[in-house]
């Protein structure tokens, strides 16, 4: 409880730098925007082919090309999220540094460390199929065992954007460097990251009763009620996105250059590693 009520500190000081700078709130849109590109552009096999009920088009392919298919439209999808949660986490720290950062130095920023994000892209990328496909192939042990991988795997590279894309580190170095610093602070980490989403999760029960209520009374109220929910869902993912961008800045800040960046407290910093 004494975590979790932590979290919620955290996420408070997290929103109060969210508000000195909304711009920050620009990243998830983009990253969106082109990961339904990226989408779009995968699904044109289906389009060309007629074959947009199923998974024909794959099926037809040698096994090796199938999952080529796959894996390249889960690695691309990851590069975007990743391109620009590290965007927005450069963002965050330059402006928790008191510095004056726009859209277009952050992304340049990430632009000029590319190459090694498209390397720890195909690292997270892997170890993530890896998960998943133990995961879909267990019994409820093995799916509780992919679960325990995968939240050490989030914990573990919990910091490696910020790592590789502000020290200049490689994508191995920017791991061992953040699974050393976090090693002592799982639990809170965990909470950290999770509970962020737990909130969030909680705070939309009345957008998803808005939603339900409009379907009872059936016609232009369901519309209404379909279109608001979903437009205030995406809204909060938006803003969940932008307050663990924070989030993540303010731990590396803390870690890496020993600050306590504006809005937080040494206390709040402190118990997030203990």
Do not use: C
């Not at 402006?95 to 950062?101: A, K, L, S």
């Not at 994000?117 to 998960?131: N, S």
């Not at 914990?155 to 050393?180: C, N, Q, R, Y």
């Amino acid at each position: 409880m004494r975590r979790f009520s932590n979290t919620w500190s955290l996420m408070k000081s997290s929103f109060q730098v969210l508000k000195e700078d909304t711009a920050v709130l620009l990243f998830p849109v983009l990253s969106g925007i082109f990961t339904l590109i990226i989408i779009a552009s995968f699904l044109l096999p289906f389009f060309a082919t007629g074959n947009l009920s199923s998974l024909q088009f794959l099926e037809n392919q040698p096994g090796f090309i199938g999952y080529l298919y796959l894996f390249l439209f889960y690695f691309l999808s990851y590069f975007v999220v990743l391109f620009f949660n590290s965007a927005s986490v450069v963002y965050a720290i330059d402006v928790m540094r008191g510095g004056n950062p726009t859209i277009s130095s952050a992304v340049k920023m990430v632009s000029h460390r590319i190459t090694p994000l498209l390397g720890w892209t195909f690292i997270a990328a892997t170890v993530g199929l890896i998960i998943n496909s133990i995961e879909n192939s267990s019994d409820s042990v093995g799916k509780l065992f992919s679960a325990f991988l995968g939240l050490s795997w989030t914990v573990t590279s919990f910091l490696v954007l910020p790592i590789l894309i502000v020290e200049g580190h490689g994508p191995v170095t920017s791991l061992k460097l953040s699974a050393e610093m976090l090693k002592n602070s799982w639990g809170e980490q965990l909470i950290g990251h999770f509970s962020f989403g737990l909130i969030f999760a909680v705070l939309s029960f009345p957008i998803f009763l808005i939603i339900f209520l409009g379907l009872q009374y059936g016609g232009a109220a369901a519309i209404v009620g379909i279109i608001t929910g979903v437009l205030l869902i995406l809204g909060m993912g938006v803003v969940q996105w932008s307050l663990q961008s924070i989030f993540m800045g303010a731990m590396y800040l803390f870690v890496r250059e020993e600050k306590i960046p504006p809005s937080y407290s040494l206390s709040q910093i402190s118990n997030a590693f203990h």
